[in-house]
């Protein structure tokens, strides 16, 4: 589990398919105190760590997180990513709960605002919206923000100058597609209530994409 506060940028230095699975390597600063077997967000995915040395590590991803990414379309060398070691039960919380289990990617449509940013994303799919409230939090990228408002396609978030130096989230551009996890009190509120959203892939932003 974690918070959603990006401790290091990784830059990706290979990335490879071995048989049903597909095993990373990227280089960053926090390399050297990762161990076997501990657990790292990527860009919002949770990965366990199989290698490390003093520069670089290892981690391994099955199918279902290669394709539910955004690692499938644009992870190959040089890719910068957002990287979070998982909790510990005393530390604080500053962040929110975020599972590192993505639900699906967004593209970003615009961002607004000239020193503290609002950022648009529209959902490949609808259905990941259900999970989003304004002034609720929202993992995108690994990275807890604020939503600002949320409506019927697309969604948007607050961002400080201080994330956007500290993240990926600086060099994003419009189009580019980001991770997203919802909150997980949200997903257990609508799976309760039985709450039910349009689940369409085409929207004209995303035609608009292609």
Request: proline share 1%; aromatic share 6%.
């Amino acid at each position: 589990m974690f918070t959603g506060l990006v401790e290091a940028i990784g830059t990706v230095k290979s990335f490879s398919r071995k048989g049903t699975y597909y095993t990373l390597t990227v280089e960053a600063g926090i390399s050297g105190g990762l161990s076997l077997g501990q657990s790292v967000s990527v860009s919002g995915a949770c990965l366990t760590v199989t290698r490390n040395d003093s520069r670089t590590f290892d981690v391994e991803m099955m199918q279902e997180t290669f394709s539910r990414t955004w690692f499938g379309r644009g992870l190959r060398p040089g890719t910068r990513v957002n990287l979070e070691r998982a909790m510990r039960l005393t530390d604080r919380l500053d962040g929110h709960l975020v599972l590192g289990h993505v639900d699906g990617v967004a593209a970003l449509r615009e961002i607004r605002g000239t020193d503290t940013k609002e950022a648009v994303f529209v959902p490949e799919n609808r259905e990941l919206l259900r999970g989003i409230v304004e002034k609720g939090s929202v993992a995108v990228d690994g990275i807890s923000l604020t939503v600002i408002d949320a409506g019927s396609e697309s969604f948007s978030v607050g961002i400080i100058p201080a994330t956007l130096a500290a993240t990926t989230l600086g060099g994003l551009r419009a189009g580019g597609v980001v991770n997203i996890e919802t909150d997980i009190l949200g997903k257990y509120v609508a799976r309760l209530t039985g709450f039910e959203a349009g689940a369409v892939k085409d929207s004209d932003y995303w035609r608009s994409l292609l």
